[in-house]
Structure formats: structure tokens, C-alpha cells
Nanobody
Framework: QGQLVESGGDLVQPGGSLRLSCRAS????????MRWYRQAPGKERELLAR?????????LYVDSVKGRFTISRDDARNTVYLQMNSLKPEDTAVYYC????????????WGQGTQVTVSS
């Protein structure tokens, strides 16, 4: 059974940086496109970024994080990353990674989430 485990969430001051990691196990990671989402209290889950499979590694971002966040993957480590710079209080949320089923384009596996809090 596939599993995703996020890590790297923390309390950070506005303007700071964090790198989230999401390690996969139990499935062929390299075959799956990957996405990062977040959910703030009282809000719906929001898609932030996605990366296709290697070698293209095509990336897409929602406007609110474009230029500040970078998604990347390391297939040798079965891990996808989200580098977050210039963090703002409105980035406070639980961040989730998701593996996209290559056969139907739907979310196949989800992590448990990692909390990011941006506050002074």
C-alpha cells in the first residue's frame, strides 16, 4: 500500500523560508506526478504546485505562490520537495502532498499533512 509522509513544517517569521519534504513508499514513485496542497483553518484545500514525471519535470504553480515556492523531485530518494521563500502570515496552513494516479489523473495517495505557521 502506498504511503506519503510529509515533514519540515515549523513556526517561521514572516519573510522566512522553509523546505517541506514528502517521502513516498509502497509504489513506483517515478511514475507518479506529484502535487502540493494546503488547507488553512476554515478554508477549502488549495492546490499550490504540481510537477510531472521525470525527465520533463514540468511544474505549475497557483498565482499566490508563483515566484516564492518551488516544487522539485528526487526520484532516487522517492521524495518531492516544496521550497517556500518569502513566507507570509497567509501561508499559514497544513500542507499536504499527493501522488497522482498515472492511469486516471486522480489523487492516489495523500500524506497526513505538516503544519506551517508564519507569525512574528
Amino acid at each position: 500500500q502506498g504511503q506519503l509522509v510529509e515533514s519540515g513544517g515549523d513556526l517561521v517569521q514572516p519573510g522566512g523560508s522553509l523546505r517541506l519534504s514528502c517521502r513516498a513508499s509502497g509504489f513506483t514513485f517515478s511514475r507518479y506526478a506529484m502535487r502540493w496542497y494546503r488547507q488553512a483553518p476554515g478554508k477549502e484545500r488549495e492546490l499550490l504546485a504540481r510537477i510531472s514525471t521525470t525527465p520533463s519535470d514540468t511544474t505549475l504553480y497557483v498565482d499566490s505562490v508563483k515566484g516564492r515556492f518551488t516544487i522539485s523531485r528526487d526520484d532516487a530518494r522517492n521524495t518531492v520537495y516544496l521550497q517556500m521563500n518569502s513566507l507570509k502570515p497567509e501561508d499559514t496552513a497544513v500542507y499536504y502532498c499527493c501522488a497522482v494516479d498515472p492511469d486516471n489523473g486522480q489523487g492516489a495517495y495523500w500524506g497526513q499533512g505538516t503544519q506551517v505557521t508564519v507569525s512574528s
